[in-house]
């Protein structure tokens, strides 16, 4: 996938509803499960919003390392 392809906006959409889950369709399990718990401990302090961007973001910029 390159950046700006169908996949990693694919990608940034899952994340917006689920933080983690665009990483995960991306194959990136440690990043995946990294977002998801940040931006669950973000819920705590009411800034899990923030957490659910960044995902979407580094979903849609990902590349492959090549």
């Known amino acids: 996938m390159s950046q700006g392809s169908a996949g990693n906006v694919l990608a940034a959409v899952c994340?917006?509803?689920i933080?983690?889950?665009?990483q995960l369709t991306q194959g990136r399990i440690f990043?995946?499960?990294a977002f998801f718990l940040i931006s669950g401990l973000l819920w705590f302090i009411w800034l899990g919003w923030l957490g659910h961007i960044?995902?979407?973001f580094d979903a849609a910029i990902w590349r492959r390392p090549r």
């Open 15 to 17: 994340s917006f509803f």
């Open 19 to 22: 933080p983690g889950l665009g």
């Open 31 to 33: 990043a995946a499960i």
């Open 54 to 56: 960044l995902s979407c």
